[in-house]
């Protein structure tokens, strides 16, 4: 029988296999691939939606000693998301790097990096985590560092090397439950977990070595330096993938896992650093003179914003309350997702066209590329959280529910990072309203610009007018 | 006996910790990649030893062999990750600093550097 769960980690594995033993046939194969995955992936994601968890143990071996594979709503609402943005990915790359030489080298190391992806939101164990975790930190510190300038060189090592602290530690909280539980298996361990020096080191060493990881402030350093420095596909699948994998971890542990186990003091300490996130990352880029390097900066701030829902959560009586929260929260990582993707590679495309991304010399290139311009505008309606975008419901549910909850200061970060947003976002388009003359065609290079297009689109008007089906997903198969 | 066991497990598992601890210091007191990868390979010895310090249940008993497994595959991660920053340093090596000042933010197709 064909299980959704074992393809859509199996499938892009296979087509990196296949396009390591044929990299004549890469585009094609790994395009095959990609359709094939993200085929499997919203298969998956309609299973859940109509109402039933999946769960499988792989070659019948149960727990605790095979390997098991879940999706509830969380996991398959990012399993979509993660993997349309992926498709759209793809075929930009056939785009963007033609049938160069880094084109062979890129699809490899793309389909790894989408396993990884496929399999750390999929997995239902600590320790398969953990495997899914540096498997996605190896493909995407090698992907970033693809155009093979000295400071990609330098910016990758440095994300290799923080990513590795990060994951030895994460690893150390694992071996700690094992000590203390004896198993692996996420639902085992939520069950025997109780209070005590055991839990709590582990939750610090887990949580702490992936804030490093998600590049929560002040441990964002290696963020803007990797992501800007990277090919426009790979930095749309850093920053609105690879860290979302980081993200959606810590949020596993916090709200399943160690349920029981978090105080509000230390979720307050996360929003706190959320907050520092929302605001020195929405400053500097507003500060920043390069157009990746402002993309990157945004990503510093949204995951903040991520992080401000985690003392709301850990206050929220369970229930309904939690749930809108919940589903906020989602909302945000996914309408980010879109919307990080599509503005990379239109800046991408930007870059290309001009040879350089600085704002300030934006004026003319901008103009002359419509349908980039206006895809970086549709995505700074997602940034900024103008309706109809994700990013409004969820920014109103938050500021609605930190009132509600008596923790009244995230509205007042919230309401800042917004208008900082705005000031960056309208900083470039601004830029795109020079007086010279405007091409008769919109599109300059549609395998680049649609599929980026799209994803801005799908960011500022789809996931905001879906959630409702998003929340219903969420609720599922829990 | 179980005593004995206890006793044992106790040394070796707080000797990883030890491991552990010397190897977080060192990654982040010293600048040198190689002295960082030592480090980071050390932590994950530590994290290894208390593994194989769970599975011991007496010379009588087979060992649990799950944390066994953990600290195969353990290996096999932190292997390809050395590897990986070892290409890095080899690839920073080669140019000099000065000859990069030119390429400041520049996405060109050119040869990748990162063959192992």
Not at chain 1, 304 to 312: A, D, K, M
């Amino acid at each position: 029988m064909l299980d959704p769960l074992a393809l859509a980690v199996a499938l892009p594995l296979l087509g990196a296999l296949l396009v390591t033993m044929l990299p004549g046939w890469s585009r094609t194969l790994g395009m095959l691939t990609a359709l094939a995955t993200t085929g499997v992936a919203l298969w998956l994601t309609v299973t859940v939606w109509s109402g039933e968890g999946l769960r499988s143990d792989l070659g019948g071996w149960g727990v605790p000693l095979g390997i098991g594979l879940r999706a509830d709503g969380l996991a398959a609402a990012l399993v979509a998301m993660a993997n349309l943005v992926a498709l759209a990915i793809s075929i930009n790359a056939t785009g963007y790097f033609g049938a160069a030489e880094s084109s062979r080298k890129f699809w490899p190391l793309w389909l790894l990096l989408w396993t990884a992806l496929n399999g750390l939101f999929l997995a239902a164990d600590l320790f398969n985590l953990y495997v899914m975790l540096e498997l996605l930190g190896l493909s995407a510190a090698a992907l970033g560092a693809l155009t093979g300038t000295r400071e990609a060189a330098e910016a990758n090592l440095r994300y290799l090397l923080v990513g590795l602290l990060g994951s030895m530690t994460y690893l150390l909280g694992v071996a700690l439950l094992y000590t203390a539980y004896g198993v692996l298996d996420l639902e085992l361990v939520a069950e025997a977990l109780t209070p005590g020096p055991v839990a709590w080191s582990a939750l610090a060493l887990m949580v702490g070595g992936l804030l490093l990881k998600s590049a929560l402030f002040p441990l964002h350093f290696w963020l803007p330096p990797a992501h800007a420095n990277a090919p426009a596909p790979v930095s749309a699948a850093l920053s609105a993938l690879v860290v979302k994998a980081a993200i959606y971890l810590v949020l596993r542990l916090w709200l399943d896992l160690f349920d029981g186990i978090v105080t509000l003091p230390a979720a307050m300490l996360l929003g706190l650093l959320g907050a520092g996130a929302v605001l020195w990352g929405s400053w500097r880029a507003l500060r920043a003179e390069r157009l990746k390097l402002l993309a990157a900066y945004s990503t510093v701030a949204q995951i903040g914003y991520l992080f401000l829902f985690l003392p709301l959560l850990t206050a929220a009586p369970d229930g309904d309350t939690r749930e809108r929260l919940l589903t906020a929260l989602v909302l945000l990582a996914l309408t980010h997702g879109f919307a990080k993707a599509g503005f990379f590679l239109a800046a991408g495309l930007v870059q290309k066209s001009t040879g350089h991304d600085r704002i300030r010399e934006l004026g003319g290139a901008a103009q002359s590329l419509p349908a980039a311009t206006f895809t970086i505008g549709l995505a700074g309606v997602a940034l900024i959280g103008l309706p109809p975008s994700g990013t409004f419901f969820a920014k109103w549910i938050l500021v609605g529910q930190a009132i509600a909850l008596g923790q009244w200061w995230w509205a007042l970060v919230a309401m800042a990072g917004t208008l900082l947003a705005a000031a960056y976002v309208f900083r470039v388009l601004a830029r795109a309203f020079n007086r010279e003359p405007t091409p008769k065609c919109f599109l300059t290079d549609p395998r680049t610009e649609i599929p980026a297009l799209l994803l801005a689109a799908l960011s500022a008007l789809g996931v905001g007018l879906a959630a409702q089906p998003i929340a219903v997903l969420l609720g599922a198969g829990v | 006996m179980s005593h004995e066991i206890l006793l044992t497990q106790l040394l070796y598992g707080s000797a990883g910790l030890l491991f552990f601890l010397l190897g977080a210091w060192s990654f982040i007191s010293h600048e040198p990649l190689w002295r960082k990868l030592i480090a980071l390979n050390i932590m994950g010895a530590g994290v290894f030893h208390v593994l194989v310090a769970v599975a011991y249940r007496g010379l009588d008993t087979p060992p649990d062999p799950v944390p066994h497994a953990l600290v195969l595959t353990g290996i096999v991660v932190a292997v390809s990750a050395t590897a990986l920053a070892l290409a890095f340093g080899r690839r920073l090596d080669r140019e000099a600093p000065e000859h990069a000042s030119d390429a400041h933010g520049g996405v060109d197709d050119r040869e990748d550097g990162t063959h192992a």
